[in-house]
């Protein structure tokens, strides 16, 4: 037959028709006037017949035109269609939620060694407070969630524990022992708040809430105000302004655990967890302000080569010291809150 009706002169006439003129559908393709205009003249040569005419200053489509316009629309929306199917899916991203305790020392690594560990599957991060990220992972907002507290449930997978300290300002002095110690918690609920209380009503010190804040943000301004002292998670890392204190009881570490949606792949929570491990386990280095990734032998996040390299002691939870080497990769079967 010899004749041809090509992509790009019917995406130019579909416009024509769409934006009431060449001048303006050149203006939405990004091509000039006059190169509309010859793909116009193209389609009119390949059909023999006169498809759009002049009417006034403007111009209008012709009957042919109609209903070359309408046979334009399906072939475009076929070709689109079939290009779209050779593409490939972008992949769904797997939300990582964290509260802010471990945001700052654990997610940057945290990200460097997914990078390398799962290149293909894009991950993204939350950070939020936990009862809200549990919300999150049972309406599926999120995928995974690095939360404080004891791994009693099917879908934690225990990955460590954390270290805690007190921090106050430089110049905040302990008050005597008939006077309570003011603390500067978060609101409610939080682990933190709830073991910093606890520590101190183990020893008989008295207590009393010197500030409430939602945020880290809003604990650390306080702390470094001399509002009284406040307990935190840093890896550490003491945060600028204020100094660690050696005389007040030190708090048993707080477990860590990532909580997994109940649909995500295994696979995918097992590799976090992996590196969550690690991670925990991972020196820091002098004058460094987070973890080290470097450090990591990569041969340890394979999942068989972990299983064979138990984690220390110390760096385990209490109820965990008397579970397999390898329990640390299971998701806990333990019910509970």
């Known amino acids: 037959m010899g004749r041809t009706l090509d992509i790009a002169p019917l995406r130019s006439f579909v416009a024509v028709a769409d934006c009431g003129g060449f001048q303006r ?37 012709t009957r042919d035109g109609e209903h070359l316009l309408r046979q334009a629309r399906r072939i475009l929306r076929l070709h689109d269609e079939t290009l779209h ?13 964290s509260t802010e305790h471990a945001a700052a020392q654990l997610l940057p690594p945290l990200n460097g060694v997914l990078e390398q560990e799962l290149p293909d599957q894009v991950m993204r991060f939350r950070i939020d407070r936990g009862n809200r ?3 999150g992972l049972d309406t599926g907002q999120v995928d995974l969630a690095l939360l404080l507290g004891p791994a009693d449930d099917p879908r934690a997978w225990p990955v460590g ?29 939080c682990s933190l708040r709830n073991r910093a209380l606890e520590a101190l009503s183990f020893h008989a010190i008295p207590t009393v ?30 945060p600028e302004g204020l100094v660690a204190r050696d005389d007040l009881p030190q708090p048993a570490p707080l477990p860590i655990a990532l909580w997994a949606r109940q649909s995500l792949p295994t696979e995918i929570s097992r590799r ?25 032998d990569p041969t340890t996040l394979d999942p068989t080569a972990l299983a064979s390299q138990p984690l220390a002691p110390e760096s385990l939870p209490p109820e965990s010291l008397t579970a397999p080497a390898d329990a640390h990769l299971e998701p806990s079967t333990s019910k509970g809150v």
């Open 25 to 61: 559908a050149a203006s939405s393709l990004h091509l000039s006037q006059a190169a509309v205009s010859q793909h116009v003249r193209r389609l009119e040569a390949a059909t023999g017949r006169i498809l759009v005419e002049r009417q006034g200053r403007g111009s209008r489509l």
């Open 209 to 238: 809430i010197g500030a409430e804040a939602v945020q880290l943000a809003g604990v650390q301004a306080a702390v470094r105000a001399g509002l009284g002292v406040g307990l935190m998670a840093t890896l550490g890392q003491t």
């Open 133 to 135: 990220l549990r919300e």
């Open 85 to 97: 199917s050779f593409v490939p899916q972008a992949a769904e991203p797997v939300i990582i939620g």
């Open 161 to 189: 524990q954390l270290e805690l300290t007190w921090y106050s300002a430089p110049t905040w002095e302990r008050p005597s022992l008939s006077q309570p110690v003011p603390l500067v918690v978060f609101d409610q609920p």
């Open 272 to 296: 976090v967890a992996e590196a969550l491990c690690q991670l925990l386990l991972a020196p820091v280095r002098p004058g460094s302000t987070s973890l080290d990734p470097t450090t990591l």
